[in-house]
């Protein structure tokens, strides 16, 4: 279709008349999006310390839109949100000051990593463009920006050249607020964005390089001095495209994953006492506090194997994730999670034995990726044979190797652990995997387990 005819459409599109388009379904009333703003505070948020832009810059509501700025010269960052996404379309106003460098981050982590829909909202910048933040540094454009909003050069991209002329942007980008929309779905993802409803970019990855899932983010780009300039958003909304909660996907059950928990029922899970847990199910989460034992547990033992979940903590909350747990009989003078392998959830910021994705006082993780009290954070472990790993919101923080600690009481460094007389090398391959309760509320949900080789089962695992 040649540019001026598609254009035609777009505006009949972006006026409310009827379309056949690509943009059709960016264009549709809003059936199926959430605000995740409510245009009074930034609950459901929090400011990201951890990018390579800075502490985070100054992020506040103002006149019913999130205001962002650098607090000081050259320091930005993100906000982000506490919930994560996996296929999703998100939409927003937005009227930034020209000449901050903006972004809409997708499947964003804790750290900044994440396919940006492009706003950089400056002279030689691009809107709706795509662009690997902090995962290659590619980026697909069409357009750029000039000395003023309303001036811009065309840079066809070959993939999905720019849909409208220099002339037919004046007529689209209005002063003022302005719709921005981004969608991504699979892995490696294929990304949409639109600008006022005009699709403005179609690009796909040829790689996997983050997780399945993340959070949504804004971005107030870290260098020079945008203390005085603001970017401004409203109207967030998020229409999730993927499988609900505590679902599988058709990829994960071909795959050979299983389902260890509805959302809806504790049907497989005790406690460590065998007893029902005291607690239901709250919210579509496993929640282990005061469940009447030291943890919630799976039904199944289970020996080489990958487990998957969501999880978000209270404010102070000291938790953990077991695996191996044999037996279920502690030994006289000690509890049971002696009796297993735990993989420490705490609402701490550091990187020792005790900190989130630490194997506890056993092996410590290289980074703490442990997301705000709050927010949901995505972990995997994996048991294979004598290796133990443990991947934290998109990158592995923690590696041990059981056969290294041949020797009762101590690590393979020769430092000593708490686990008194026990060498883990000789530790045992089989058992239950669970939910801890160390007194304080924690949530769990899409709890899916892979089993790395066909186990067999006389009652118990073998």
């Known amino acids: 279709m040649k540019r001026n005819g598609l254009w035609t459409l777009v505006l009949l599109a972006a006026w409310g008349i009827g379309l056949s388009t690509g943009a059709e379904s960016a264009l549709a009333a809003d059936e199926g999006f959430v605000p995740i703003f409510d245009g009074k505070t930034l609950d459901g948020w929090h400011v990201s310390t951890r990018t390579g832009h800075g502490t ?52 964003s982590t804790e750290d900044g990593r994440c396919y940006q829909a492009m706003i950089d909202y400056h002279d030689r910048g691009s809107l709706m463009g795509v662009y690997g933040e902090g995962i290659g540094g590619f980026g697909a454009l069409n357009f750029r920006t000039l000395g003023t909003p309303r001036d811009i050069e065309m840079v066809d991209h070959p993939a999905f050249p720019c849909p409208f002329t220099v002339e037919q942007w004046k007529e689209l980008w209005k002063p003022g607020w302005n719709e921005l929309r981004a969608r991504i779905t699979g892995n490696p993802p294929t990304i949409d964005t639109w600008i006022n409803g005009v699709k403005t970019m179609e690009w796909k990855d040829k790689q996997k390089r983050l997780p399945d ?67 239901p199910v709250e919210n579509g989460c496993i929640n282990p506090h005061k469940c009447g034992g030291y943890m919630v547990i799976h039904e199944k033992p289970w020996t080489d194997f990958v487990w998957s979940m969501d999880f978000k903590i209270a404010k102070g909350c000291n938790s953990g994730i077991f695996t191996r747990v044999f037996s279920l009989e502690p030994k006289p ?59 934290l919101n998109g990158e592995q923080v923690t590696r041990m190797d059981l056969d290294k600690y041949a020797e009762p009481s101590k690590r393979p460094d020769g430092s000593t652990h708490k686990f008194t007389g026990i060498a883990y090398a000789k530790f045992p391959r089989t058992g239950y995997i669970g939910l801890q309760d160390h007194g304080s509320p924690c949530w769990y949900k899409n709890l899916k387990l892979l089993p790395l080789r066909a186990e067999k089962r006389s009652g118990k695992s073998e």
């Open 56 to 107: 985070g810059g100054r992020w506040v509501v103002q006149d019913g839109a999130i205001q962002g700025s650098q607090d000081k010269p050259g320091n930005g960052g993100i906000v982000i949100t506490d919930a994560q996404y996996r296929d999703f379309e998100v939409a927003l106003e937005m009227n930034n000051d020209y000449g901050p460098d903006s972004g809409l981050f997708l499947r």
């Open 213 to 279: 899932q993340g959070s949504i983010a804004l971005q107030v780009h870290g260098g020079g001095d945008s203390t005085r300039q603001f970017v401004r958003y409203r109207n967030i909304r998020v229409k999730n495209l993927g499988v609900p909660d505590n679902v599988l996907t058709a990829e994960e059950k071909r795959a050979g994953w299983q389902l260890l928990f509805d959302g809806k029922t504790l049907d497989g899970w005790t406690t460590d006492r065998k007893e029902p847990s005291k607690v």
């Open 333 to 391: 003078g000690w509890d049971v999670g002696f009796n297993g392998l735990e993989v420490a959830i705490d609402d701490t910021t550091g990187s020792g034995y005790h900190d989130t994705g630490a194997i506890y006082d056993l092996a410590k993780p290289k980074k703490n990726m442990m997301r705000p009290a709050g927010a949901w954070n995505h972990i995997v472990v994996t048991c294979d044979r004598h290796i133990i790993e443990v991947e």
